[in-house]
């Protein structure tokens, strides 16, 4: 059964980059038909899709975010993660990572880490 | 870009009753190659991540209880929960999966009447 863990700070300062990993158990990230997603939710509001990541490295963003993010793959770690540069508040948000294959829906979701950016 | 829109923002049913939400999106997502509708559901709870719930918008995911059900084609969705407990109280998402970038709806938040 494949779980998902994200990590990283909690706390990042306004323009600066947020980075957060999620560690993937009981599957290989970089083996079948699976993306590798991250999925964002401001306290109290809804869901917002990032991007995602193939096994073969291919990434497609969100065109709202695109400018500032980037997804990558570490497959020594069997990890992936999320870079958004220049950030702001509006950029606080509990960052969950998500698999899914090419149009599917998610599952399994990790449990997600919350990110304040203030100074 | 795929917008979808649900209603209503809250709900309160009481206990036993049953619970309909709504879900709209501004495209179909019935791919016509397969006949399939492109939509989930989710459900969450406080401090949880959203839980799936129904797939190709009307398929219940292994362990959910049969009183959730899904329905609905092209733009018009909806999930129902036949019988209201207590442990459905949350918030429900919708989600299409057509296509990038995947998008939820806003959610609707489910309490006890």
């Known amino acids: 059964q494949v779980q998902l863990q994200e990590s990283g700070p909690g706390l990042v300062k306004p323009s600066q980059t947020l980075s957060l990993s999620c560690t993937v158990s009981?599957?290989?990230?970089?083996?079948?038909?699976?993306?590798w997603n991250w999925i964002r939710q401001p306290a109290g509001k809804g869901l917002e899709w990032i991007g995602h990541?193939?096994?073969?490295?291919?990434?497609n963003y969100s065109p709202s975010l695109k400018s500032r993010v980037t997804i990558s793959l570490d497959t020594s770690k069997n990890q992936f993660s999320l870079k958004v540069r220049s950030v702001t508040a509006a950029d606080t948000a509990v960052y969950y990572c998500?698999?899914?294959?090419?149009?599917?829906?998610?599952?399994?979701w990790g449990q997600g880490t919350l990110v304040t950016v203030s100074s | 870009d795929i917008v979808m829109t649900q209603s209503p923002d809250s709900l309160a049913v009481s206990l036993g009753e049953r619970a309909t939400i709504n879900c709209k999106s501004s495209?179909?997502?019935?791919?016509?190659?397969?006949?399939?509708?492109?939509l989930a559901w989710y459900q969450q709870k406080p401090g949880q991540p959203p839980k799936l719930l129904i797939y190709?918008?009307?398929t219940r995911e292994s362990g959910v209880p049969d009183r959730f059900s899904g329905s609905g084609s092209g733009t018009d969705f909806t999930l129902t929960i036949s019988s209201l407990q207590a442990e459905d109280v949350a918030v429900y998402f919708c989600?299409?999966?057509?296509?990038?970038?995947?998008?939820f709806g806003q959610g609707t938040k489910l309490e006890i009447k």
């Open positions: 998500a698999r899914n294959v090419r149009n599917g829906y998610f599952d399994p």
């Open positions: 009981g599957g290989a990230v970089s083996s079948g038909n699976y993306y």
């Open positions: 990541i193939f096994s073969s490295g291919e990434t």
């Open positions: 495209h179909s997502i019935l791919y016509s190659s397969n006949n399939m509708n492109y």
């Open positions: 190709w918008a009307s």
């Open positions: 989600q299409q999966f057509y296509d990038t970038p995947y998008s």
